[in-house]
């Protein structure tokens, strides 16, 4: 926790520079520089905590228990998006306040901390959670208190809520172009399918099976493999996976189970040079605790790497490593983390109000032309337009990116066909 | 068999931990309202045949008939509730509770989970827990807290516990141990007393006591049988005086 | 399939279990001396595994920055300093809680959850809540393949050869050392072994150091198939005391049979069934055995 | 006047009073809602706690798999409810309308068999009570009929919870997965997420709660009771007294898991979801913590337990996130060293005495005629009451 507690910014005069560089590309986005700030009253109708000077958000992410080795990113993103744009001015003329709540990788205190965040502290809009089963037990909470919610994972669609909007990709984004990418690139026929057994895991391997087989019909699956959470052995795994001699191994595992996956795997002999593999569940972060050693040359299937050539990115990855230290990476989550409250900035100014029926009404539509992956707009199910992308991990920890999709891949969460 | 008119028939009975006989082919038959000292050098088995009796360890052969009744794959609770009572060495009183309580849950009603929740402590079993007081010499003290009795009032409460069910065999270990002279003259009064319309057998080490209580002594050695008689007689036994003097 | 595929796949089977097996046996054994021998619930003993993987972590880095020529051969300096480490943190805890609780077995189950929390937070806070991954030396991770088709895993090579030193070790120790002959009066008769001289204080101390000692060799050794973060040490502590727990807590044999027997169970039923499944089956044939023989597979044969 | 003061006396009706004051009436005069609904949250937490106090604390028999029960008895309520909220036109988005969200995407297309009595409320009711208590018995009376020693049931107790909770994750078709069976809306049509239902679902629970305590201090106070303390110091004494010891520790676990049972379909109604994240060994060990530090023995103290304790974890990561697990660390180890019995034994060995020591001074002070032999023995705690302690666990 150190390192997101007593950020030591190297050279305030440099992180002005990084701020302003962040900032070039967002002018145009919103009218910015209005003379002055609009009434209190006028932005704010529903009693959210917006003064004259200050709207309060909160931020809601596990900072203890087993997922905080994930969430990290995500508070880290958000902290530093935020600081950007209070730096800017704040949002409609009001300095952003951010109240953190831990929700200790645990569902029910997600649970008590969002009616807190709702209730009491009647913040404008909450960026938080990660995994499924915390928003899960959140969202009847803020449909039932009108909150408004950015969520940064990438998770297994089948949902939609007025109430969330989704800044990671649903399934079918991010895996039916990577499988079209491995089938075409790599001739692959056959496939192995590996999870962590739990929902998102057994969703997407359900659309990827669909799609191997009889939507696009790229081949056959030849055996598909859940884990419990934080299993430790994958020996077995291993050698079915041998027995299968699949052309392309297809993985979702997550958590501590990850590392202990890929290390197993190379010291079974399954390395990159006789096998491809591609993941949906391994980002920057993850390879901090695999080592790059031991996924170097296997592929992910991202919207999002850290080496992402452009602009947007440079300055963005700058700009975090001169907040968190030269040391911080930063995956998949933690950008669309990133794009939580700046997507929310633009569809408060967009509405020029804070009430959450207007933000998320204006919400559909918003462009965000600044973001570190590219160019991100917001489709009307509340999800993301976004590019996917091909990594192949790097000894050094880092994805280099070999393909990325040419258009923006439109969201589906709840995909005909794949049901 | 014809062993009808015994109350405890024990025959052949074995019992090894890791191949050491602890009780080896032992044979021995209680008559009713007999009292029987059993005495032994210390590691003869005496406590062990108690604890076999009771059900508290395992035969490993051999029969335990009580009334005719076979034991040894019975439950200790549904051996007590036969009829077996047994006091242990060290005084097993529940040292939290007063001395009525002590009594109380020892009367034999309400022994199931939902009997024991519907029991209601009425005439009847005030009446019993005070003659049994009295009977021990607690009758004053019913109020006290166990733990705080002196030593012999405590192994006459467990005594007394014992008393409260009734009991057709009661077998007390070593009762009188820990106990001044003037303890032991009223323990040995208790024991008469009490022995009226049951059978007892008790474990003792005082020679005194035993010549005084006894109605019949056996001898134990090694897990067996040594003698069994009047005192006078298992104390001109030359082995018994082999045994306890020799080596 | 071919009939060399089958025998490759066969053999390899065959070692994952194996390798599944020096996994449990590794991390039961401290558990089997401080829960088996001491009768401690030490909740915290997947965090001392923790520690030892932290020591790797630290060496590694050190070796990295400042040795470049220590990469390759630091491996096993750092695994005799993990056992150091978490040595000294069992004796600290030892000292602070543990010897006030040995007439109280369930409130060391709580104070030591209490440590494990504890210890999670200090890694949370001094090292970071993201997972680190050591740099291990090259010769450890790979495989060492006879022939076409065979892959044998080097780190499940090495942790199955350390698993045996530390078994061999702990053997030796607690049958051939004074210190073990004390140890096991001090289980047998404490008032005894008191009386006789032998200071029961400082063998209690160092039985529960050693048995930490060993908690964090194994979780250095577990740096290589396994991940290494705050909560990591939390994967292994249910089924550490199952290992310890089936065997019958009192034997050192008997964990080293229960961690065979569920190495086999598990891995064979997870070569034929889902891992979840394969999983609960274990866990349930356990829970079942134990209801049946709840002494564990080896009983201590006391006389009570 | 006397006659009234003896009968609070009794039983120790006294600080049960003070109890149901506090929850029934100055909690919901403090607090909104938002915070009630918080309390209520907690309180069903006594539940468990109260049952541990039953089974580990008069029993002997620790259990680390009270979640289990808990979550077995939030399921079957949750259950009832989720199948509430899937009528057809509310999921008609799904591909088979009808059947909760969570099957939809798990692609089944029907209602599990078993599944389909949970759309009665009696049978789920039932099912609360029964289910969780007959595991528990099955669990139980293997293990107590071969005498399983304290700590190896409770090691057993704590593979249940982790074998449960694979289990739930991993039949996610049937159980809602990882995730739990979330977004429950009515009961019997009557919305359940009002601020009134609220309320109304608050006092229910506290009501609930205080039935519950009365019924466990009718128990202690019952022979069985006697027998469980009995139980746990001489357990070989109660055997040869002719009783069947295993049936009563079947009982005490028995009951817990009943209590837990409550307490669970208590949480799914007021919080509004159920999830597997209370089945397993960390909220297991966590509920033991919260009878501990109320006082194992105490029923009273128990739920006070349950309170502070949630209370801290609320109010510190609230306001120091990084520090709370610290303070819950310093918590289970200060309360295990400092104060085995709890609050409840703090109260008995420091307070009473203090506030006893306080009315005698006053007494003597108002009316010098009073003897002060006839004050009770200032500042010193009965020996016997202080020796409980050890003795307990020792009969573990």
Redesign the interface.
């Known amino acids: ?3 997101h ?1 007593s950020p030591k910014p190297r050279s305030t005069l440099r992180r002005h520079l990084m701020q302003g560089l962040v900032a070039l590309p967002l002018i145009g986005l919103s009218a910015i520089g209005q003379a002055a700030p609009p009434a209190t009253a006028v932005v704010n109708t529903t009693k959210l905590a917006v003064t004259d000077t200050e709207v309060t958000v909160g931020q809601l992410h596990s ?4 997922m ?2 994930s969430e ?2 995500s508070i880290q993103a958000e902290q530093l998006a935020i600081d950007q744009i209070n730096a800017m001015g704040g949002v409609l003329g009001r300095k952003i306040k951010v109240i ?3 929700g ?1 990788s ?4 997600f ?2 901390k969002s ?2 965040l709702l ?2 502290d009647r913040v404008a809009a909450v960026f938080g959670c990660w ?3 915390s928003r ?2 959140v ?2 909470i803020f449909e ?1 208190e009108n909150g408004m919610l950015y969520y940064p994972t990438f998770y ?1 669609g ?1 949902e939609q809520s007025k109430n969330v909007i989704y800044t990671g990709q649903e399934a079918t984004q991010q895996i039916l172009w990577g499988l079209d990418w491995v089938a075409k690139e790599k001739k692959a026929k056959t496939y192995f399918l590996v999870g962590s ?3 998102w895991p ?2 997407s391997m ?1 659309i990827a099976r669909k799609h191997i087989e009889s939507v696009a019909k790229l081949g056959k699956v030849v055996g598909e ?9 994958f ?6 996976i ?2 299968a001699k699949p052309d392309v191994i297809f993985i979702a595992v997550v958590g ?5 996956f890929y ?2 795997l ?5 390395t990159a040079a006789k096998q491809t593999l591609l993941t949906i569940s391994v980002t920057e ?10 996924m170097a040359g296997f592929y992910a299937s991202m919207k999002y790497f850290q080496s992402l050539d452009n602009a947007n990115n440079k300055a963005f990855v700058q700009a975090f490593k001169a907040k968190y230290g030269a040391k911080a990476v930063i995956g998949d989550v933690t950008q669309a983390a990133y794009l939580g409250p700046w997507l929310w900035k633009a569809a408060v100014e967009k509405a020029g109000s804070f009430d959450v029926d207007k933000v998320a009404a204006a919400s559909v539509g918003i462009e965000f032309k600044g973001a570190p992956e590219g160019y991100v707009k917001v489709h009307p199910n509340h999800h993301l337009w976004s590019k996917t992308r091909i990594g192949q991990a790097q000894a050094d920890g880092q994805f280099k990116v070999v393909a990325e999709s040419p258009e923006l891949i439109e969201p589906n969460p ?1 995909p005909k066909g794949y ?1 | 068999m014809s062993n009808t008119d015994f109350v405890l028939a024990v025959e052949d009975l074995t019992v090894s931990f890791d191949g050491f006989k602890a009780i080896d082919a032992l044979n021995l038959y209680v008559d009713k309202g007999e009292l029987r000292v059993i005495i032994g050098p210390n590691g003869a088995g005496k406590t062990t045949l108690l604890d076999l009796i009771c059900g508290r360890t395992a035969a490993s052969a051999g029969s335990i008939k009580f009334k005719n009744v076979e034991m040894t794959r019975l439950a200790e609770y549904k051996r007590v509730r036969s009829g077996i009572g047994r006091k242990f060495q060290t005084p097993s009183i529940y040292e939290n509770l007063s001395v009525f309580q002590n009594l109380e849950v020892s009367f034999p009603r309400g022994r199931g989970v939902f009997g024991a929740l519907a029991f209601k402590c009425d005439q009847e079993v005030r009446d019993q827990v005070q003659s049994v007081a009295n009977e021990i010499g607690l009758g004053e003290l019913l109020d006290m807290e166990a733990g705080l009795l002196s030593h012999g009032q405590k192994q006459w409460l467990e005594i007394g516990m014992l008393l409260m069910q009734d009991p057709e065999l009661l077998m007390l270990d070593e009762p009188i141990a820990g106990m001044s002279a003037r303890e032991r003259e009223l323990t040995a009064d208790l024991l008469k007393r009490i022995c009226k319309n049951r059978s007892m057998i008790v474990i003792e080490h005082d020679m005194a006591f035993v010549a005084q209580i006894a109605h019949k002594v056996t001898v134990m050695h090694q897990g067996k049988i040594l003698a069994e008689g009047s005192m006078e007689k298992v104390q001109q036994d030359p082995k018994v005086i082999d045994v306890y003097l020799g080596h | ?1 071919a009939f060399a ?1 089958m025998l ?2 066969g053999m ?2 065959g ?2 279990g194996l ?2 097996f020096a ?1 449990l046996l590794l991390m039961g054994l401290g558990l089997a001396i401080i829960f088996g021998q001491m009768g401690v619930i030490n909740m915290a003993h997947g965090e001392f595994m923790t520690l030892g993987a932290y020591t790797i972590f630290l060496f590694s880095t050190l070796a990295e920055s400042f040795f470049p020529q220590f990469t390759q051969s630091y491996f096993l300096v750092a695994i005799v300093a993990a056992f150091f480490v978490a040595f000294l943190a069992g004796w600290c805890v030892e000292w602070a809680l543990i010897r006030h609780l040995y007439k109280r077995p369930l409130d060391t189950l709580l104070a030591t959850w209490g440590v494990s929390l504890g210890m999670q ?1 200090c890694f ?3 090292i ?9 030396p090259d010769w450890l ?3 060492w ?1 006879p022939h076409e088709g065979l ?1 044998i ?4 090579l090495f942790v199955m050869a350390l698993t045996l030193v530390v078994t061999g070790g702990v053997l030796l120790a607690l049958y051939k050392s004074r210190w073990g002959l004390r140890v096991r009066a001090t289980v047998a008769n404490r008032p005894m072994a008191n009386a006789i001289g032998i200071n029961t204080k400082k063998t209690d101390r160092m039985t529960y150091a050693i048995g930490c000692g060993i908690a964090g060799v194994a979780g250095a050794a577990f740096t ?9 040490g ?3 502590i249910v089924d550490a005391f199952l290992v310890v727990t089936f065997g019958g807590a009192a034997s050192l044999l008997g964990t080293v049979a229960s961690a065979f027997g569920i190495a086999q169970m ?3 039923s ?2 034929f069934m ?3 499944m394969a ?1 609960v089956l274990t866990l349930m044939t356990i829970v079942v055995i134990l209801m049946m023989r709840p002494q564990g597979l080896f009983a201590s044969k006391i006389r009570h | 006047m006397n006659k009234i003061k003896a009968f609070i006396d009794q039983r120790g009706l006294g600080s049960f009073l003070i109890l149901a004051a506090l929850i029934l009436v100055v909690f919901p005069l403090a607090m ?1 809602i ?1 915070r009630l ?2 309390v209520g ?1 907690y309180l069903t937490y006594g539940f468990v706690a109260i049952g541990l106090v039953m089974c580990w604390g008069y029993g002997g028999v620790l259990s680390l798999g009270q979640g289990v029960f808990f979550g077995l008895g939030g399921y079957a309520m949750a259950m009832f409810l989720k199948l509430e909220a899937s009528d057809p036109i509310s999921t008609k ?1 799904q ?1 088979t309308p009808g059947i909760p ?2 099957m939809d ?3 089944l297309t029907a209602l599990p068999l078993w599944w389909e009595p949970f759309k009665y409320l009696p049978f789920a009711l039932v099912a609360v009570l029964l289910v969780p208590t007959l595991l528990a018995f099955v669990i139980s009376f293997a293990m107590f009929k071969r005498r399983v020693g304290g700590v190896y049931f409770a090691i057993i107790t704590q593979a249940v919870a982790l074998i449960m909770t ?1 289990l739930i ?2 039949q ?1 078709g049937y159980t809602g ?4 069976i ?3 809306k009515t009961l019997l049509g009557w919305d359940i ?1 009002t601020n009134s239902a609220k309320y109304i679902l608050y006092f229910a629970n506290a009501l609930l709660l205080l039935g519950c305590i009365y019924f466990c201090l009718w128990v202690q106070k019952s022979k069985l009771g006697t027998l469980l303390l009995a139980m746990r110091d001489k357990e070989d004494r109660v055997r040869f007294s002719g009783y069947d010891v295993s049936m009563f520790k079947v009982f005490a676990f028995c009951l817990a898991a009943m209590l837990s049972a409550i307490g669970g379909a208590m949480f799914t109604l007021q ?3 159920m ?1 597997p ?2 089945v397993g060994i960390v909220p297991s060990i966590e509920m033991v913590i919260f009878a501990a530090v109320g006082g194992r023995m105490s029923l009273i103290g128990a739920v006070y337990g349950a309170l502070l304790v949630n209370f801290g974890k ?1 109010y510190f ?2 306001s120091f ?2 520090l ?2 610290f303070l819950m660390a310093s918590l289970f180890i200060g309360v295990v060293m400092a104060f085995p019995n709890g609050l409840a034994g703090v109260y008995t060995s420091h307070v009473k005495p203090w506030l006893a020591r306080r009315k005698a001074t006053q007494a003597k002070s108002q009316a010098l005629a009073v003897p002060p032999a006839d004050n009770p023995p200032p500042a010193s705690p009965p020996p016997a009451k202080e020796a409980e302690v050890p003795g307990l666990i020792r009969a573990t």
């Open positions: 926790m150190r390192d507690a900072a203890t228990g087993t905080a080795i990290t990113g953190k709540e831990d200790a645990d569902w029910p205190t649970a008590e009616k807190k209730i009491n995994t499924s089963a899960k037990a969202l009847p039932k297994e089948l057994d739990y929902i057994r969703t359900k493999e859940y884990y419990p959470l934080g299993h430790t052995n020996n077995s795994l291993i050698n079915k041998k027995v501590g189970s990850n590392v202990s290390k197993q190379k010291a079974a002999g399954v972060d993850e390879v901090l605790g695999i080592g790059g050693e031991n709840f049901q | 399939m595929d490759n796949i390899m089977q070692f994952a390798s599944l996994v937070q949370r806070s001094f970071g809540p993201k997972e680190v991954s050591p740099t291990l991770m790979g495989s393949s892959d895993p080097i780190n499940g290589t198939i396994g991940s290494t973060g705050p909560t990591s939390s994967l292994y598990q891995s064979i997870e070569f889902t891992g979840s999983k | 909104d938002f609904n918080l949250k988005i591909s969200d969570f995407w798990n692609q694979v994750i991993g996610q997965g990882v995730n739990g979330t977004d429950l997420r919080v509004g979801f999830s994240s209370f609320t990561s609230e996130p990084d709370w697990l």
